[in-house]
């Protein structure tokens, strides 16, 4: 693509009110270097125009927590996990939550089954399969 600048400088479709598009180029040089302060700034103001102009209150509040947090105003956390009562309450649906998370890379190759006993006889499991 021309290398790091030449990106950065396409990426100023947002001239164009192109904001997706200025923020799907700009995350190619994010996917890189996570850490650079210029490209995080080039993301957070296209995921933040895109809010502006967003019609859907959670794409709205999503795209801005996004740019808060590449500009390191918040913290978003990775998981909030339940209290451990609602958890016990229905173990098995909690379970069926986490095989959304299987990391795909990590998981490659392995074809396996995990499966949780419960004190209650309730039980639970969860597949990986390569490419999952």
């Known amino acids: 693509m021309g290398?790091?600048?030449?990106?950065?400088?396409?990426?100023?479709?947002?001239?164009?009110?192109?904001?997706?598009?200025a923020a799907q180029l700009v995350n190619y040089l994010y996917r890189l270097d996570p850490e650079d302060?210029?490209?995080?700034?080039?993301?957070?103001?296209?995921?933040?125009?895109?809010?502006?102009?967003?019609?859907?209150?959670?794409?709205?509040?999503?795209?801005?927590?996004?740019?808060?947090?590449?500009?390191?105003?918040?913290?978003?956390?990775?998981?909030?996990?339940?209290?451990?009562?609602?958890?016990?309450a229905a173990p098995t649906t909690y379970l069926d939550y986490f095989r959304v998370r299987i990391d795909p890379e990590k998981s490659?190759?392995?074809?396996k089954v995990l499966r949780f006993d419960f004190a209650d006889g309730s039980r639970g499991a969860t597949r990986t399969d390569a490419g999952v």
């Open 3 to 21: 290398g790091r600048e030449a990106v950065l400088a396409a990426a100023e479709a947002m001239e164009k009110k192109e904001y997706a598009w």
């Open 37 to 88: 302060p210029e490209v995080r700034q080039a993301k957070a103001d296209a995921l933040r125009q895109m809010a502006y102009v967003s019609t859907g209150a959670n794409d709205r509040a999503h795209l801005m927590s996004q740019a808060l947090a590449l500009e390191g105003k918040v913290t978003i956390p990775r998981v909030i996990p339940p209290a451990p009562e609602v958890i016990a």
């Open 108 to 111: 490659d190759d392995t074809d």
